[in-house]
């Protein structure tokens, strides 16, 4: 297995010289390409590395770098090995690029992804909400979106009983025992 | 001879009240996690129907509304839209803390916390998820309200319509249904 | 004097009819839930929900013909019912039967489900439409397997009275299901696509059609058609009690026949998953069908 990892790290970086191949800890090899190279990156995986099933598109918001990392998780049934193709774009009015011509299932994670992060894809100009109905704030998994304050502010809340007690000294007192030690901590006064 | 009237009247309204309460059709329209609990209620190990609970599968028929759990924004439109089209008298019951104060999803953003502030209703079943035991003894907490006159939900969402609308438009933002549905 | 008693006697037997067909229906529940392990709803349960029905505060409608078509319903159960004679000797019961009833009712029996399905029709709801069309596809597959057997019966006594039916088979000294056994099942598996139990029960599928026609009526017009339903189911068991187990003379003799008639579709009901529209169409006009022609021949034969 590890030898068969490190054969297809080898030729990857044969093949594809413009991008940088590593083999991760927890098993698949991650592969970093550039935002222009990635359609064709993908292609090539497809018709020569048997990278045949994609499945997944996933999006990371690195807020800090002020990026998102788009994820592009591919299985190849024969030699059981699974890829990870990373690319970073802009976070302020950046754009992915749609893969709806090489795997069409890549529509509804560009959907889901354009609807929650707010990024869209050029070519796929699909715009049909999936999962949100009438939305109208900042995309929901945005790293910067406050889902407690929205939440509050968007939604009643049912005010808590007035005697709000602790559980457990309300217990202790009850039946005489002590609040063990471990448990002070979290005990409210 | 009026007393003779009155007793009569009273007398269907006691028919007809034992036939409502033990004749309960549930609206099989699940919405949240909680659904999963209504199935082995209904089948052979807790049988509700020994109560008169059987599910119907269209609103017109249904006297009962479960609202099995959370409700996002989405379902909330389309959960007010069935029960507007059930028939008079109708009752609901919240199932899960989801519905009491949101449950586990009190800080979710897409989901409401208070059932009764967008619907009326009658009987809530704490639990997350509640057992079957739970939902039954709900359901006869529901029919003892029945009994005594106290389950009017129904009524009080026809008085308190624009109270009640008002909260629904505050979190439903495109309103694109009859104002009135049923 | 003599109207007045004739005209209690009708409503004597829309009595006996609902009563006998709710209470049917609440053993046929407690049967399928004791199948299930289960301790099933109380036998009067039927009656409960109709009155809940009725006595439900508003009930939505979407035309006139939604007022019609309940209506239409009960009225064809109701007139199916009194065109039959419920027992065999007396003047009790025997409401209009006359000369050639039989052929009557072919026609008649078929009105109940073409009023609902005008009615289900104005309603607009897509699964009313799709319900409507497949019942009538059933409709065309059944009748086919029962006008059969129902000629053999007419062939083989020379009469299209059931009264006279019944009066053979008693100067016979054997019932029909005796006399002529194809017809007899010809017509009971036409009777099972009649009674919309389980293997036939395509049309009102509720958990893909949302109980199909019937699906937008709620309140009093849901509570009209379970009325009519209640009133049909013992009007068509009567009909087959009459046809082939030689009619019955009192009304304890019929309770019996009928009951022994009713756990047919009950129970085959309750062991049989669904037949799709067409495989039950096919079917009918298979199995049914060949029993429906052998009989007559088996008439020609015997005569
Ligand atoms: S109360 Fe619990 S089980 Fe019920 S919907 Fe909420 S999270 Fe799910």
Redesign the interface.
Same mark, same amino acid.
């Given at each position: 297995m590890s030898d068969n990892i490190q054969n297809l790290q080898k030729s990857l970086s044969e093949r594809l010289p413009q991008c940088s191949v590593k083999i991760r800890k927890h098993g698949g090899v991650e592969l970093n390409s550039s935002k222009e190279n990635l359609v064709g990156v993908l292609a090539h995986l497809r018709e020569h590395f048997g990278y045949r099933h994609l499945s997944h598109i996933s999006c990371v918001d690195w807020l800090e770098q002020n990026q998102f990392e788009l994820v592009y998780i591919l299985w190849n049934y024969e030699s059981r090995i699974q890829l990870f193709v990373k690319v970073r774009l802009a976070r302020e009015n950046g754009s992915g690029i749609s893969i709806r011509h090489l795997w069409p299932q890549a529509d509804t994670y560009e959907r889901e992804i354009a609807e929650m992060y707010g990024l869209p894809f050029d070519g796929n100009e699909n715009p049909r909400e999936l999962i /949100?109905?009438?939305w109208?704030?900042m995309p929901?998994m945005r790293r910067d979106?406050d889902?407690?304050a929205? +939440?509050?502010e968007?939604?009643?809340? @049912?005010p808590g009983r007035e005697d709000a007690k602790d559980v457990r000294s309300v217990i202790s007192g009850r039946s005489g025992e002590e609040i063990p030690e471990i448990a002070i901590p979290y005990t409210r006064k | 001879m009026e007393m003779n009237d009155k007793d009569t009247l009273t007398i269907v309204e006691h !028919?007809?009240n034992? &036939?409502?309460r033990? +004749?309960l059709?549930v609206l099989a329209y699940g919405t949240g996690c909680g659904a999963i609990e209504v199935p082995p209620t209904m089948? *052979?190990r807790y049988?509700a129907? @020994?109560?008169?609970i059987v599910? @119907?599968?269209?609103? @017109?028929?249904a006297?009962v509304l479960l609202i099995t759990g959370y409700l996002s924004?989405?379902t909330l439109?389309r959960v007010i839209r069935t029960y507007e089209?059930?028939? %008079?008298?109708k009752y609901v019951i919240g199932f899960g803390s989801c519905t009491?104060?949101?449950g586990m999803y009190?800080? +979710?953003? %897409?989901? !409401?916390? #208070?059932l009764d502030?967008y619907m009326p209703v009658d009987v809530y079943i704490n639990g997350c998820m509640p057992r079957p035991e739970s939902v039954i003894s709900g359901f006869i907490k529901l029919q003892q309200l029945i009994k005594a006159g106290k389950a009017d939900g129904w009524k009080k969402y026809q008085e308190n319509l624009d109270w009640y609308r008002t909260?629904q438009k505050? #979190? !439903?933002? %495109?309103w694109n249904m009859p104002d009135y549905n049923? | 004097m003599e109207t007045l008693k004739t005209i209690s006697g009708y409503f004597a037997t829309i009595g006996v009819a609902f009563t006998v067909g709710f209470l049917f229906m609440g053993f046929s529940?407690i049967l399928t839930?004791r199948v299930? %392990?289960? #301790?099933?709803?109380?036998i009067y349960?039927n009656l /409960?929900?109709i !009155?809940?029905l009725w *006595?439900?505060?508003? &009930?939505?409608n979407h035309g006139l013909m939604q007022h019609l078509g309940p209506a239409f319903a009960v009225t064809a159960s109701v007139t199916t019912l009194l065109f039959i004679p419920v027992l065999r000797i007396g003047n009790w019961f025997q409401n209009f039967s006359f000369e050639g009833d039989l052929i009557f009712l072919l026609y008649i029996m078929v009105f109940g489900q073409l009023g609902m399905a005008l009615g289900a029709g104005q309603t607009g709801n897509p699964?009313s439409a799709i319900g409507v069309s497949r019942g009538l596809s059933q409709v065309v597959g059944y009748e086919i397997p029962f006008v059969l057997a129902l000629t053999a019966l007419m062939v083989y006594h020379e009469t299209t009275s059931l009264h006279e039916i019944m009066a053979a088979q008693d100067s016979i000294g054997a019932w029909n299901i005796f006399v002529n056994p194809f017809a007899f099942v010809a017509a009971i598996i036409a009777f099972l696509g009649m009674t919309h139990y389980t293997p036939f029960d395509v049309p009102f599928a509720? &958990?893909e059609?949302? *109980?199909g026609p019937? *699906?937008?009526?709620?309140?009093k017009y849901?509570g009209m058609m379970m009325t009519s339903g209640s009133i049909f189911a013992f009007a068509k068991l009567t009909l087959f009690v009459n046809l082939f187990l030689g009619g019955a003379s009192n009304l304890l003799e019929l309770l019996a026949k009928t009951l022994a008639l009713y756990l047919i579709p009950v129970i085959i009901g309750i062991v049989t998953p669904r037949y799709r529209t067409e495989q039950a169409i096919v079917f009918f006009w298979k199995w049914p069908t060949a029993f429906g022609i052998l009989s007559i021949l088996w008439v020609v034969w015997m005569r």
């Amino acid at each position: 297995m590890s030898d068969n990892i490190q054969n297809l790290q080898k030729s990857l970086s044969e093949r594809l010289p413009q991008c940088s191949v590593k083999i991760r800890k927890h098993g698949g090899v991650e592969l970093n390409s550039s935002k222009e190279n990635l359609v064709g990156v993908l292609a090539h995986l497809r018709e020569h590395f048997g990278y045949r099933h994609l499945s997944h598109i996933s999006c990371v918001d690195w807020l800090e770098q002020n990026q998102f990392e788009l994820v592009y998780i591919l299985w190849n049934y024969e030699s059981r090995i699974q890829l990870f193709v990373k690319v970073r774009l802009a976070r302020e009015n950046g754009s992915g690029i749609s893969i709806r011509h090489l795997w069409p299932q890549a529509d509804t994670y560009e959907r889901e992804i354009a609807e929650m992060y707010g990024l869209p894809f050029d070519g796929n100009e699909n715009p049909r909400e999936l999962i /949100l109905e009438d939305w109208d704030a900042m995309p929901p998994m945005r790293r910067d979106f406050d889902t407690r304050a929205y +939440s509050k502010e968007a939604f009643y809340d @049912r005010p808590g009983r007035e005697d709000a007690k602790d559980v457990r000294s309300v217990i202790s007192g009850r039946s005489g025992e002590e609040i063990p030690e471990i448990a002070i901590p979290y005990t409210r006064k | 001879m009026e007393m003779n009237d009155k007793d009569t009247l009273t007398i269907v309204e006691h !028919i007809k009240n034992f &036939a409502r309460r033990h +004749s309960l059709f549930v609206l099989a329209y699940g919405t949240g996690c909680g659904a999963i609990e209504v199935p082995p209620t209904m089948t *052979s190990r807790y049988d509700a129907e @020994r109560f008169g609970i059987v599910g @119907r599968a269209t609103p @017109r028929q249904a006297d009962v509304l479960l609202i099995t759990g959370y409700l996002s924004v989405k379902t909330l439109k389309r959960v007010i839209r069935t029960y507007e089209q059930m028939q %008079n008298p109708k009752y609901v019951i919240g199932f899960g803390s989801c519905t009491i104060n949101g449950g586990m999803y009190w800080d +979710s953003y %897409n989901t !409401i916390k #208070v059932l009764d502030q967008y619907m009326p209703v009658d009987v809530y079943i704490n639990g997350c998820m509640p057992r079957p035991e739970s939902v039954i003894s709900g359901f006869i907490k529901l029919q003892q309200l029945i009994k005594a006159g106290k389950a009017d939900g129904w009524k009080k969402y026809q008085e308190n319509l624009d109270w009640y609308r008002t909260n629904q438009k505050k #979190v !439903i933002k %495109n309103w694109n249904m009859p104002d009135y549905n049923w | 004097m003599e109207t007045l008693k004739t005209i209690s006697g009708y409503f004597a037997t829309i009595g006996v009819a609902f009563t006998v067909g709710f209470l049917f229906m609440g053993f046929s529940r407690i049967l399928t839930a004791r199948v299930q %392990n289960r #301790v099933g709803p109380p036998i009067y349960q039927n009656l /409960l929900d109709i !009155i809940k029905l009725w *006595s439900k505060e508003s &009930a939505i409608n979407h035309g006139l013909m939604q007022h019609l078509g309940p209506a239409f319903a009960v009225t064809a159960s109701v007139t199916t019912l009194l065109f039959i004679p419920v027992l065999r000797i007396g003047n009790w019961f025997q409401n209009f039967s006359f000369e050639g009833d039989l052929i009557f009712l072919l026609y008649i029996m078929v009105f109940g489900q073409l009023g609902m399905a005008l009615g289900a029709g104005q309603t607009g709801n897509p699964n009313s439409a799709i319900g409507v069309s497949r019942g009538l596809s059933q409709v065309v597959g059944y009748e086919i397997p029962f006008v059969l057997a129902l000629t053999a019966l007419m062939v083989y006594h020379e009469t299209t009275s059931l009264h006279e039916i019944m009066a053979a088979q008693d100067s016979i000294g054997a019932w029909n299901i005796f006399v002529n056994p194809f017809a007899f099942v010809a017509a009971i598996i036409a009777f099972l696509g009649m009674t919309h139990y389980t293997p036939f029960d395509v049309p009102f599928a509720p &958990a893909e059609l949302a *109980s199909g026609p019937p *699906s937008e009526f709620g309140g009093k017009y849901l509570g009209m058609m379970m009325t009519s339903g209640s009133i049909f189911a013992f009007a068509k068991l009567t009909l087959f009690v009459n046809l082939f187990l030689g009619g019955a003379s009192n009304l304890l003799e019929l309770l019996a026949k009928t009951l022994a008639l009713y756990l047919i579709p009950v129970i085959i009901g309750i062991v049989t998953p669904r037949y799709r529209t067409e495989q039950a169409i096919v079917f009918f006009w298979k199995w049914p069908t060949a029993f429906g022609i052998l009989s007559i021949l088996w008439v020609v034969w015997m005569r």
